[in-house]
């Protein structure tokens, strides 16, 4: 499995000396419905392993685990959306109408659906492997926090 740490609560789980794959989901994105700013956000890495069937967890940070923005509906409307245009299949969620998931699909811009098409060049896979693990923060907020943590890990 490849973990990805979303910035910034993310990083509260990130060995940053390791290299470890960094991307950045704002929830902000998700909660205001800007669709194809949350795509345009998705890596090129994560798309890419992610085609060449790898299976990929997003970790995030949130001083509300139970109520994660990227657990509950951002994963499900990527995986809708991925799979609708490399497989062109229409996978159902169950907290979240099917039609809805259409909406969001014929929103998308025809920019940010060619480069989400872009990878159906390298799929290896018929099932697309996203997954979220959402852990308990005590640092939301505190950038001091993390950019110290970074600073230790990259020098020690």
């Not at 000396?17 to 994105?29: A, E, F, G, M």
């Not at 998700?30 to 700013?37: F, H, L, P, Q, V």
């Not at 949350?38 to 997003?58: H, R, V």
């Amino acid at each position: 499995m490849i973990y990805f740490y979303n910035l910034t609560n993310g990083i509260e789980r990130a060995k940053i000396n390791k290299s470890p794959h960094i991307l950045r989901i704002q929830s902000s994105h998700i909660e205001s419905k800007s669709w194809n700013y949350l795509f345009a956000q998705l890596s090129d890495e994560l798309l890419f392993y992610l085609a060449i069937g790898e299976e990929c967890c997003i970790i995030e940070g949130s001083p509300k685990p139970t109520r994660s923005a990227l657990a509950h509906v951002g994963i499900p409307i990527i995986l809708y959306v991925l799979n609708r245009i490399w497989f062109d299949e229409r996978i159902p969620f169950l907290l979240i109408d099917k039609n809805y998931l259409e909406r969001v699909f014929r929103s998308l811009s025809r920019s940010t659906r060619n480069k989400l098409k872009y990878y159906r060049k390298f799929l290896l896979t018929n099932e697309i492997k996203l997954r979220c693990f959402i852990s308990s923060t005590q640092k939301d907020g505190q950038y001091q926090w993390f950019r110290e943590k970074i600073k230790n890990q990259k020098d020690g």
